[in-house]
């Protein structure tokens, strides 16, 4: 079974940066593509960012460009997303997912897991 | 890119067909047969239910279909059991993921 566990979320000010991770277990961390989806509060869903299996075909949302960069570690079946200049807007529930395709560039958010909350505030 | 149009709402009674549609543009939903659905309960993560406009993952009950005319892609619900009560977003995966705004499902 697919297991995912975010975390590093909290509250910060204005401007400042975050961390989150993501652990992985359950399939073969390194044969699929991974994203970020986030959900502020009350909201829809919007997807962040991807990154594919072998690391090479990496995207964002245009409303994180530039201030985001997602990773991985293989060795330590573990997905990153590093938040920098953050806005009252990026105050949202931020969600792990395995992407759908194995081998893929990453295009299908599949399997989920529970959520870290960010909280952008002064 | 802006989200995908949906139904804000759609309600039915249990044992009925309801419909819930996404409609975009040529760029996304009319290009290509690259649409998913996500059904997504209080509190919980979405779940995948329907993908490539109108294939199922494993374990996901016939009930739920889904199909596409020209720019808009449809979910149908057929036998509404209560337990159907959620939001269902539509993505499209084409050039990029973009999801729907989502729409209340409610079983009355």
């Known amino acids: 079974e697919v297991y995912l566990v975010e975390s590093g979320g909290g509250l910060v000010q204005p401007g400042r940066s975050l961390r989150l991770s993501c652990a992985a277990s359950?399939?073969?961390?390194?044969?699929?593509?991974m994203h970020w989806v986030r959900q502020a509060p009350g909201k829809g869903l919007e997807w962040v960012s991807c990154?594919?299996?072998?690391?090479?075909?990496?995207d964002y949302a245009d409303s994180v460009k530039g201030r985001f960069t997602i990773s991985r570690d293989d060795a330590k079946n573990s997905l990153y997303l590093q938040m920098n200049s953050l806005r009252a807007e990026d105050t949202a529930l931020y969600y792990c997912?395995?992407?759908?395709?194995?081998?893929?560039?990453?295009?299908?958010?599949?399997?989920w897991g529970q959520g870290t909350l960010v909280t952008v505030s002064s | 890119q802006s989200a995908l149009t949906q139904p804000r709402s759609v309600s039915g009674s249990p044992g009925q067909s309801v419909t819930v549609s996404c409609t975009g543009t040529?760029?996304?939903?009319?290009?290509?047969?690259?649409v998913s659905w996500y059904q997504q309960h209080p509190d919980k993560a979405p779940k995948l239910m329907i993908y490539?406009?109108?294939k199922r993952p494993s374990g996901v009950p016939d009930r739920f279909s889904g199909s596409k005319s020209g720019n808009t892609a449809s979910l149908t619900i057929s036998g509404l059991q209560a337990e159907d009560e959620a939001d269902y977003y539509c993505?499209?995966?084409?050039?990029?993921?973009?999801f729907g705004v989502g729409t209340k499902l409610t079983v009355l």
């Open positions: 997912a395995k992407d759908f395709f194995l081998y893929g560039p990453g295009s299908l958010p599949d399997s």
């Open positions: 359950g399939f073969r961390f390194d044969d699929y593509a």
């Open positions: 990154i594919s299996w072998n690391s090479n075909n990496i």
């Open positions: 040529s760029s996304d939903v009319g290009g290509y047969n690259y």
């Open positions: 490539d406009v109108s």
């Open positions: 993505c499209s995966y084409a050039d990029t993921t973009l």
